[in-house]
């Protein structure tokens, strides 16, 4: 255990105190006037997505700024940028839970949410970018009068699969870990209808010491399981490049590459959402400077591992001798998308240099601005990793420049909407802390009321 | 944890005990089931779907102008399929007859027949009658007779038995499954030269090794068969 953890659990909060924190927002109050707006208004966004998605499958994807040599755009982009968000919550909450990291209880419950709402918003983006969208099941291996099976070499089908697997998943450990929090809404519900929904969710908990034990064994033994998955998904991303020809793509570093910008984006997204969160729901008491230290400093961490990734690729292509290779770098740092470029190092690597300091991760004004500016950094990585490469390939003759339209940027943006929706609904639905979890900690902490 | 909290704990109050009844357990069960086999069933019927002859269009006689009956003309009267389908040697598409094929024999015999008139009007006026198609494929299917007469694939191993057919239907379902099944094992359906039109041909007890040898008679590029490029050009 950290230094850390032996501080006691969230301070000015019993053990009911946590309860009643985390359960009212969802059960006593009705819905504040903020919430009402943000949800109209991601309603509105929403539907602004819906139209966009609409309009491509009725126009075709003409509408994109793709061209014959920028075969990939903004979809990949968005979608190696959402997966890599939702990369985290799956993450956070397995991997600290295995290291017995006792901070994680309070962040773990919304940051699960948030991974299953980016990779559903992470799966569409490569539906829409197929050109026929209503074929997009023929990545799915399944009995056919055609006796034809997917071509199991492609990168492409190895991430149907990664992505399946890695949504089922998530979305059971999330659920594993809300049953008994569910049991508590049930048994804290003064509606009957209410009472039924949750205690219909709640799968008949009753807390009983049997619950309790095989509920700490299953749930340990798929956080056990999560952890190679979670690096699994994201390296499969990685293969989609690494596993062509391409200049600038074909690098063994890419898979752990990826798993760590997925990461570094995944914290940067948490953080952000727990500022708000804290604010919306009025959680301080929860969702501690401790918090926003102990991620700050992951964050500062990811960063230098991405430094050293940038690093190696670029000593690689030089050492490489490869004059294709040297030629995307070259082009990366003085071609046209090179002012992009120096964007992205100053948000992925500069921006994050400011957590050294212990007074500005637990200042949240700065820690909000860094961790928004490592989630554009990370979504301009992931374009440049396509523009640089695409627009700079082995052909001369071939090369092209990318011109986003304005629906590239619509889709991208109104994405936001569903996701802002999805989060909202579940703040209102269910609580957004594992109250179980947190009163756990205390108790073992010995900070029991 | 003082003693066993399942018994030792009394309900909060007497609403919360009875917010179920006895019955919901099996409900819950039977609705997580449901879960699974719901979906794997309804996934399960699509499949099962598309080697319907609904889909595949298999053993479907559609109306024609004329009701002509290959099990009169083949099978009673004995003509050969090359009579009428003359191109089937030489060209992709094995040739509809046109209708002074059919005067050959009807400017003489049932001339008056009600059921012949649309073929005298055809001649008349000089307009070929409009069959409609039974075995169709997909325009992004290239499919050639001539290859398959000329390398031992008779008209029946498709067809099937035209010659017992009162009016025609599509005997093969025509699945591109179906198509592979030949193209990635030739052997058991290929006929010497001159059993190709036969109106029925049952392979022999030693098909396995004449069909081997059959394959060299052909010159057959075996390895090849199944390339996409061989169907879709």
Known sequence: MSAAATEPGPPSASHAGVIGLVADPVLGRPASRRWWIAFLLAGLVTLGFLGCITWVLVAGIGLYGNNTTVVWGFPIANYVWWIGIGNAGTLISALLLLTRQPWRAAINRFAEAMTLFAASIAGLFPILHLGRPYRAYWLAPYPNSMELWPQWRSALVWDFAAIASYLIFSFLFWYLGLIPDLATLRDRARSRGARLAYGVLAFGWRGSARHWQRHDAVYRAMAALAVPLVVSVHSVVGLDFAASLMPGWQESIFPPYFVVGALFSGFAMVVTLAVILRWGLGLQALITDRHFDAMGKVILAAAWVMSLSYLTEWFMAWYGGDPAERGVLRFQFTGPYAPLYAAMLACNLLAPQLLWWRRLRTNLPVLLGVAVLVNVGMWLERILIIWNTLSHGYLPSMRRLFQPTLWDWLTLATSFGLFALLFLCFVRLLPAVAMHDVNKQRHEQGGAA | ?233
């Open chain 2, 1 to 233: 944890m003082h003693g066993d909290p399942d018994e030792a704990r009394p309900p909060r109050d007497a609403l919360q005990a009875q917010l179920f009844p006895p019955w919901a357990t099996l409900v819950a069960r039977l609705a997580l089931l449901a879960l699974v086999l719901l979906p794997l069933g309804l996934l399960g019927l699509l499949m099962a779907l598309q080697y319907s002859p609904y889909v595949t269009g298999q053993g479907i006689t559609p109306d024609q102008p004329v009701p002509f009956s290959h099990e009169h003309h083949v099978g009673g009267l004995g003509l050969e399929c090359r009579y009428c389908h003359g191109g089937v040697e030489v060209s992709r598409f094995a040739g509809l007859p046109p209708t002074e094929t059919c005067m050959t024999c009807h400017s003489q015999l049932w001339t008056n027949a009600a059921m012949l008139a649309p073929v005298r009007r055809s001649l008349a006026e000089d307009r070929p009658i409009r069959w409609r198609r039974v075995n169709n494929l997909p325009d992004y299917v290239y499919f050639d007779h001539s290859v398959h007469v000329r390398n031992g694939v008779g008209c029946t191993s498709c067809h099937g038995p035209v010659d017992s057919m009162p009016l025609m239907r599509q005997a093969a379902p025509l699945t591109m499954g179906w198509c592979l099944g030949c193209h990635r094992d030739p052997a058991p359906h290929l006929r010497p030269e001159s059993e190709i039109y036969a109106g029925h041909w049952t392979p022999p007890a030693d098909q396995a090794a004449r069909g081997a040898a059959l394959i060299g008679h052909y010159g057959i590029r075996t390895a090849h068969l199944t390339d996409c490029s061989v169907c879709h050009r």
